[in-house]
């Protein structure tokens, strides 16, 4: 009897664990689906033909001709051989390329060094109100970009340099984008900085490094994978930046703005936007994949572990 | 041990010096342009002036009225409103489609590991690129989401209201299946929030993966050997342990919310009339575009500085009580 009941419940929860495993594999490929299918979908549609593009259909033959033409000078192009138009184009693309390279790695450039020793600092010594500076640069965080664009940009508007006003510049952007991407660099490279056990500092100390010894030949060799982590993020945070890039960038167009410039008489190419979408997202795709480990530290600061 | 006061001083004085500059200023500047009449089409007139005989405040110049104008002007308070269901609608999808990811995919097994592998992939996306390719995927004539909700979900349902229907009980009326999704205010708002859920759930996933990772695996075992089912363990276990993980998540996602600009540029341009203007999108839309009115875009600023600096304070003294 007790037998029956056992073999019976065995049976029962063999069935039950065979629905759950087909529920959760359900599970996973709908999300699966569910994350990878504007990422495909913007692929697709970046290589199918024009008269292809404004449809669900998945038969074409792929083409890169979206790609000549936004990067084509020209308004129109005419098909080879042809006299029939094969579309309206936005502006070249090229130069937003340039701007977005630009921008984007000067910006690191210049705030990653810094970073670095500040976040050093923070982590190393102790002196008057660091904590408080501290928690002060994470909070800086939370500013709305907005509040930082409407004073800069007044202001831009009359600084000259080299006969030309700053607001619309590379270096206007890149000064713009300090705001943002310094506090981060330091809180992410500090966390680098307080994993690494100080005892090899200590003994380099006793052995009589100054403090700049030690920074420069001790510790800095030892973060520097933390800082190549760091230099990434800062670097998509600065590609990835919109707000900035519309109100200061302005002409001076990176790829974010650029974007915009596939909107033409007929409305959006499509086709176009999504050709260059790719050109956007790339680059960033493999960055992702290499600070793939840090990613949920870098975007909670450490705050979830 | 190392006792020179004046180096960390060193390390940390140009980055602070640019700091300063680049939040610092313009937090202050903001705040004095709001208290003024200031756009852009003519040079402002400031209160405080320089001139020969020194520094000479005109205490007349200085006004409150855009502060008064904020609160009564029907679009800033729509803006708010617009602002606030966004937040609620994309936290609250984010949070769950994050819960309900995470809890999928934490087990070991091959499709698990390639799942968690694709969560890092809606990172990639910048915002404004998001923006255009939901826009073009929720186009009515020829975009694949469309195809998929109307195919998958209004067809379905459809066919079981008609069964419904042929009771002679009640007469359920059908659902479109020509919704123009951003053409629609209460649709345009919630794929807006969809779209900002599809860059976050999965990231929002991953956090909480971590946070499960770390909680001791014999907690799970003693509730399955207690005879708990999965969603008795899900509900009294996991959802209770990973509480604080969940709201510093749900504060950090809130303040990102707050924040929302670059799909609405993208993929509704605010509307249908001004169903899915944010703040940040009016502050802009006053501000750079339409009225050029410096003063009024910085007082409206400032009271979203307001609030986040709120939901700031809430977020930090969170992470600082966990440990």
């Avoid at chain 1, 260059?276 to 909670?300: E, Q, S």
């Avoid at chain 2, 809606?122 to 109307?150: C, H, T």
């Avoid at chain 2, 501000?287 to 910085?298: H, K, T």
Wanted: charge should be neutral.
């Amino acid at each position: 009897m007790t037998a029956i009941t056992a073999s019976r419940q065995a049976q029962k929860s063999r069935f039950e664990l065979n629905a759950a495993k087909t529920l959760e594999t359900a599970a996973l490929l709908l999300i699966i689906a569910f994350i990878l299918l504007p990422i495909m979908w913007l692929a697709i549609t970046a290589i199918k033909p024009q008269e292809k593009a404004y449809s669900t259909t998945l038969i074409f033959t792929p083409t890169l001709e979206n790609f000549d033409i936004i990067f084509s000078d020209d308004s129109v192009i005419i098909n080879e051989g042809t006299d029939r138009e094969r579309g309206e184009v936005g502006r070249n693309m090229f130069p937003s390329v340039i701007n977005s390279v630009v921008v984007s790695g000067a910006t690191i450039l210049i705030a990653i060094p810094l970073a670095t020793l500040a976040a050093y600092a923070f982590s190393r010594y102790q002196f008057l109100g660091n904590g408080i500076l501290l928690i002060w640069i994470l909070t800086t965080q939370f500013i709305p970009a907005i509040v930082v664009a409407i004073p800069f940009f007044t202001l831009f508007r009359t600084v000259v340099i080299l006969d030309r006003p700053l607001l619309g510049t590379q270096l206007g952007l890149i000064i713009v984008n300090m705001s943002i991407v310094l506090p981060y660099a330091i809180w992410m490279i500090k966390g680098f900085v307080d994993a690494l056990p100080d005892e090899i500092e200590e003994a380099a100390f006793v052995d009589g490094c100054n403090d700049f010894q030690i920074l420069f030949y001790i510790s800095l060799p030892l973060i520097r994978p933390g800082v190549l982590v760091a230099s990434v993020f800062a670097f998509i945070m600065s590609w990835n930046e919109f707000l900035f890039a519309l109100i200061i960038g302005r002409e001076m167009r990176t790829m974010q703005v650029a974007l915009m410039t596939t909107s033409g008489a007929r409305g959006i190419m499509w086709e176009q936007m999504a050709a260059a979408g790719l050109v956007v997202m790339i680059p960033i795709f493999f960055l992702a994949m290499f600070i793939r480990k840090n990613v949920v530290d870098g975007l909670t600061m450490g705050a979830v572990k | 041990m190392r006792k020179k006061r004046w180096v960390p001083w060193v390390l940390v004085g140009p980055a602070l010096l640019i700091i300063v500059l680049t939040t610092i200023y313009p937090l202050v500047a903001a705040l004095y342009f709001s208290f003024h009449k200031y756009r852009l089409r003519k040079p402002p007139q400031f209160a405080i002036s320089i001139g020969e005989g020194g520094i000479s405040i005109d205490w007349s110049l200085l006004t409150l009225d855009n502060y008064a104008l904020a609160f009564s002007d029907s679009r800033f308070i729509n803006s708010l409103q617009v602002t606030f269901w966004f937040t609620v609608i994309s936290v609250a999808l984010s949070v769950i489609m994050g819960l309900f990811i995470a809890v999928v995919v934490q087990k070991g097994g091959r499709l698990h590991t390639l799942t968690k592998v694709l969560l890092i992939f809606p990172f990639a996306v910048s915002p404004a690129l998001k923006g255009y390719s939901w826009r073009f995927m929720l186009n009515e004539n020829y975009g694949i989401y469309d195809l998929l909700i109307d195919q998958l979900i209004v067809g379905p349902v459809n066919a079981v209201l008609s069964l419904v229907n042929l009771l002679p009980i009640i007469e359920i009326p059908l659902i479109s299946e020509s919704i123009v999704w951003l053409g629609d205010k209460f649709w345009a708002l919630f794929m807006l929030a969809m779209s900002e859920t599809w860059g976050w759930a999965p990231l929002i996933a991953l956090m909480f993966v971590g946070a499960l990772g770390s909680i001791d695996e014999q907690i799970f075992e003693a509730a399955r050997i207690d005879g708990a089912n999965r969603l008795q363990i899900f509900f009294r276990v996991t959802l209770p342990l990973l509480r604080p993980v969940i709201l510093i998540v749900t504060m950090l996602k809130t303040i990102f919310s707050l924040k929302m600009f670059d799909q609405v540029v993208t993929m509704t341009g605010g509307g249908p009339v001004r169903a899915t203007q944010t703040i940040n999108y009016y502050i802009h839309q006053i501000g750079f575009v339409r009225s050029l009115d410096i003063g009024y875009a910085s007082a409206m600023s400032y009271i979203l500085v307001i609030v986040l600096t709120i939901c700031a304070a809430l977020y930090v003294s969170l992470v600082l009580n966990r440990d």
